[in-house]
């Protein structure tokens, strides 16, 4: 799905892009049914990350880049959906404008992705120029622990360590003049993790003459205690 607050203004446009595809992984299809990235003025503030690398195969795009971690999807217990598996589908439930509200709302079902869940449907709403809502309600017949990754181009700082003011566990991310403000508003997170290394090194296991360089890019981990319903609520703010 593709959500725009503005598409006739391009500088002032919140573009929000999501996946739910019934085809599920494999071949060239990663691992990424949920995920979503976030443009401000068609610039990238959330993204999915990894690499190539020397070519199609090599150890960081097999076990970094195809993988669930590596997008803007949830982890349940640390594991998310399975490359090898075409079943693992997902499916846009509805698409469209709020008549009441103008918001720019998405509805997808992950749940065939994740057999360790009962339910997994993510809601994501443009409310307006500067404010995207995304809503999770999960739920698993025992209690486990959601991984909530965003992946980011620039480094991301925890909000809360240098602002007393701001809501505990705020991301702040600053890229090419925007600055993006994320903030768990419901749900039980626990633990905001930043970090600037792949899993997977982009050059592991490659013979150092066909080493190659890209720019870095940036990972925060959210994760919330044990339940067995989760109702989860973020809002992405964007200034500038």
Same mark, same amino acid.
């Given at each position: ?10 500088? @002032? ?6 996946? +739910?595809?019934?085809?599920? !992984? ?30 199609? @195969? ?37 698409? @469209?404008?709020?008549?009441?509200? @103008? ?10 992705? $994740? ?11 443009? +409310? ?38 701001? !809501? ?21 997170? *626990? *633990? ?11 050059? *592991? ?17 959210? =994760?919330?205690?044990? =339940? ?10 964007? $200034?500038?």
């Amino acid at each position: 799905v593709s959500l725009h607050s503005n598409r006739r203004y391009a500088a @002032g446009d919140l573009h929000l892009m999501a996946r +739910a595809s019934k085809f599920g !992984p494999g071949s060239h299809r990663q691992p990424d049914n949920g995920s979503f990235a976030l443009f401000s003025g068609g610039i990238a503030l959330i993204c999915p990350s990894g690499y190539f690398g020397r070519a199609y @195969g090599t150890k960081h795009h097999m076990q970094w880049l195809n993988t669930t971690k590596a997008h803007n999807a949830i982890l349940v217990d640390g594991i998310g959906q399975d490359f090898s598996n075409f079943r693992h589908t997902a499916k846009i439930v509805s698409c @469209g404008i709020e008549p009441a509200s @103008g918001q720019r709302i998405a509805v997808l079902d992950m749940t065939d992705s $994740y057999p360790m869940l009962e339910k997994w449907v993510r809601t994501f709403r443009v +409310a307006d120029g500067h404010t995207v809502i995304i809503e999770d309600e999960i739920r698993a017949d025992h209690p486990v622990e959601i991984t909530y990754p965003l992946h980011t181009l620039s480094k991301p700082a925890d909000c809360h360590a240098i602002e007393s003011d701001v !809501p505990p566990l705020s991301l702040s991310v600053w890229r090419h003049g925007k600055h993006l403000i994320v903030t768990p508003d419901d749900g039980c997170f *626990e *633990e905001l993790t930043l970090c600037d290394r792949f899993d997977v090194d982009l050059n *592991e296991g490659e013979p150092e003459q066909f080493h190659v360089q890209m720019p870095g890019q940036y990972h925060a981990y959210y =994760k919330t205690a044990k =339940k067995s319903e989760h109702h989860l609520r973020v809002v992405f703010r964007v $200034y500038g």
